[in-house]
């Protein structure tokens, strides 16, 4: 019903940059909440971002002032802008739709 593909991973220097995508497909309400999580080696998933239909934005503390996550409702698209990235942000990341869909995970991997 739901179909989430991720895109944008890849390997960059630590200081780099990295842009997600997340479009969504199928039949659902585009007013859900979107997100993404990630989980690297040995550890569980985590919460990197969300944001609500309206614009709304939460973000785990690690990455405050490194990423930015936006929507385009119109699109079913969400989007995690990754600046500054660290070694420690190497993960597969996951989109979210509405907590009840999700992506397969793009991974990043940042190299010091």
């Known amino acids: 019903q739901v179909q989430l593909v991720e895109s944008g991973g890849g390997l960059v220097q630590a200081g780099g940059s990295l842009r997600l995508s997340c479009a969504a497909s199928?039949?659902?309400?585009?007013?859900?909440?979107m997100g993404w999580y990630r989980q690297a080696p040995g550890k569980q998933r985590e919460v990197v971002a969300t944001i609500t239909s309206g614009g709304s934005t939460n973000y785990t503390d690690s990455v405050k002032g490194r990423f930015t996550i936006s929507r385009s409702n119109a699109r079913n698209t969400v989007y995690l802008q990754m600046n500054s990235l660290k070694p420690e942000d190497t993960a597969v990341y996951y989109c979210?739709?509405?907590?009840?869909?999700w992506g397969q995970g793009t991974q990043v991997t940042v190299s010091s």
């Open positions: 979210t739709l509405g907590y009840n869909y």
């Open positions: 199928g039949r659902f309400v585009s007013t859900n909440t």
